[in-house]
T-cell receptor, first 111, second 115 residues
Framework: QKEVEQNSGPLSVPEGAIASLNCTYS??????FFWYRQYSGKSPELIMS????GDKEDGRFTAQLNKASQYVSLLIRDSQPSDSATYLC???????????FGTGTRLKVLA | DTGVSQDPRHKITKRGQNVTFRCDPI?????LYWYRQTLGQGPEFLTY????????KSRLLSDRFSAERPKGSFSTLEIQRTEQGDSAMYLC?????????????FGPGTRLTVL
C-alpha cells in the first residue's frame, strides 16, 4: 500500500463546476496535510494546509480532513480553465520531518 | 520578499561527471528540504535540514548524493558520478518552524539531464 494515494486522472469538469479531488494516506499518526498545485514544467505551489478534522475554506478552495477514515479532499468551486493543473496531496509522516507526496491528480477544466 | 531560489535552472552533464546545485531559501526560514521529481510522479523526499543540521536523509539517497547547509542559510546538493537514472527535476523547499504546522514553499527547481 502506498503511503499517499491519489487517482491520477485526468479529472475533467466543465467551467463553473465543482472539482473534487481525493487523497488517502496510510499513516494513522499523521497530523499535517497539504494540497499543492503544479502546472506543467513548474514547481509545486501551496494551496492549503489542514491539521484538524473538518473543513477549511480559502476562497474557492475547501480542504476536508477525516482522520478516522484517513482521507483528505480538496474541493474547487467555480472551476476555471486556469485551474487546469496537477494537484498534489502531501502528508508529514508521524515522528519524522518527511513529507510524502502522492502522484497527483491531473485536473482539466473545460471551457 | 523573495521566494526560494535555485541555481542553475537547467544542467546537462555527461554520465560520470559530478554536479552541484544551490538553493537559497526564504530568508527567515530555518527548515530546508531537497526533493527529486520525475515525470508523472510527486516530489520524492531526499533530505531535510533544520538550520545547519541535517536531521533526516532518505534511504533512497545513495552515497553518491550529499547535501550541506554550512551556515544554516543556503544549501548545496552534490551528485557524484552521475548516472542516466539521476535525470530529474531537483526541487528545494523551505519553511519556518512554528505552530500549527510547517508549510513548505518550493523553488523553481533545477532540471538535470544526464547524457
Amino acid at each position: 500500500q502506498k503511503e499517499v494515494e491519489q487517482n491520477s486522472g485526468p479529472l475533467s469538469v466543465p467551467e463553473g463546476a465543482i472539482a473534487s479531488l481525493n487523497c488517502t494516506y496510510s499513516d494513522r499518526g499523521s497530523q499535517s496535510f497539504f494540497w499543492y498545485r503544479q502546472y506543467s514544467g513548474k514547481s509545486p505551489e501551496l494551496i492549503m494546509s489542514i491539521y484538524s478534522n473538518g473543513d477549511k475554506e480559502d476562497g474557492r478552495f475547501t480542504a476536508q480532513l477525516n482522520k478516522a477514515s484517513q482521507y483528505v479532499s480538496l474541493l474547487i468551486r467555480d472551476s476555471q480553465p486556469s485551474d487546469s493543473a496537477t494537484y498534489l496531496c502531501a502528508v508529514i509522516l508521524s515522528g519524522t520531518y518527511k513529507y510524502i507526496f502522492g502522484t497527483g491528480t491531473r485536473l482539466k477544466v473545460l471551457a | 520578499d523573495t521566494g526560494v531560489s535555485q541555481d542553475p535552472r537547467h544542467k546537462i552533464t555527461k554520465r560520470g561527471q559530478n554536479v552541484t546545485f544551490r538553493c537559497d531559501p526564504i530568508s527567515e526560514h530555518n527548515r530546508l528540504y531537497w526533493y527529486r521529481q520525475t515525470l508523472g510522479q510527486g516530489p520524492e523526499f531526499l533530505t531535510y535540514f533544520q538550520n545547519e543540521a541535517q536531521l533526516e536523509k532518505s534511504r533512497l539517497l545513495s552515497d553518491r548524493f550529499s547535501a550541506e547547509r554550512p551556515k544554516g542559510s543556503f544549501s548545496t546538493l552534490e551528485i557524484q558520478r552521475t548516472e542516466q537514472g539521476d535525470s530529474a527535476m531537483y526541487l528545494c523547499a523551505s519553511s519556518f518552524e512554528g505552530p500549527p504546522g510547517d508549510e513548505q514553499f518550493f523553488g523553481p527547481g533545477t532540471r538535470l539531464t544526464v547524457l
